[in-house]
């Protein structure tokens, strides 16, 4: 079976860009969650979607955002990207609302 | 809010000997508990889970871990290191959140080194 994938692997972008990150879910997962991991850190909850409607946004500014698919595929919007942006960004799906999460190996993003 | 620590950064052991990875919990309600591995360049992977069931849980690789409420600890353990076992170990607490749905909090880390 396959796993939750992620697109792309790394990027490197400059201050100020913007940048999309996407996520799909392992089959039959309806709910995707984003973290970011900055390096040394545990990863922070940024968003999660179930059935295409936000469920729950973390202590991130508004430059974040999110959608989820009619496929339940998922999407991570950064905007006016800042210098500490840079970190490893996961994705994590999960069958339910309330189930155990399965991580993908995550969008490695650099802003220089 | 519901929260973990994780009493040490780092661990270090040799091949062979037992690992002890520590995480006490906080939490208003009773928690639903996880230990999740990472190693380096990858994602992170479920080892272990608690919901509420029995209070020894076994996870994959021979790693269980056991919840004490009245210690409010998870602690990781592995009876005999083998050196695939360094990486970064998380505990983990799940959160409900107002709009129906969960997020996991973590951990700040332990990184386990295994020696020969």
């Known amino acids: 079976d396959a796993g939750v994938t992620q697109s792309p692997t790394h990027l490197i972008k400059t201050r100020g860009q913007q940048v999309t990150l996407r996520c799909s879910p392992i089959?039959?997962?309806?709910?995707v969650s984003w973290y970011q991991q900055v390096l040394g850190q545990g990863p922070q909850f940024i968003f999660q979607y179930y059935e295409k409607e936000e469920r729950g946004r973390g202590n991130f500014p508004d430059r974040f955002s999110a959608r989820q698919f009619p496929n339940y595929s998922s999407e991570l919007n950064v905007n006016a990207l800042l210098l500490g942006d840079s970190a490893l960004y996961l994705c994590?799906?999960?069958?339910?609302?309330?189930?155990?999460?399965?991580f993908g190996p995550g969008t490695r993003l650099t802003v220089l | 809010a519901q929260s973990v620590t994780q009493l040490d950064s780092h661990v270090s052991v040799s091949e062979g000997t037992p690992v002890l990875l520590r995480c006490n919990y906080s939490s208003s309600y009773s928690p639903s508990l996880f230990w999740y591995v990472q190693h380096p360049n990858k994602g992170l992977q479920l080892l272990l889970k608690y919901t509420s069931a029995a209070t020894l849980v076994k996870g994959i690789n021979g790693f269980e871990a056991e919840f004490k409420k009245s210690e409010t600890s998870f602690h990781l353990t592995k009876p005999s290191a083998h050196m695939s076992d360094a990486a970064e170990y998380f505990c983990v607490v799940i959160s409900i959140l107002t709009g129906g749905g969960n997020k996991l909090t973590f951990g700040t880390g332990t990184q386990l080194k295994v020696e020969l």
């Open positions: 994590a799906s999960s069958p339910g609302r309330t189930n155990e999460q399965f």
């Open positions: 089959s039959g997962h309806k709910s």
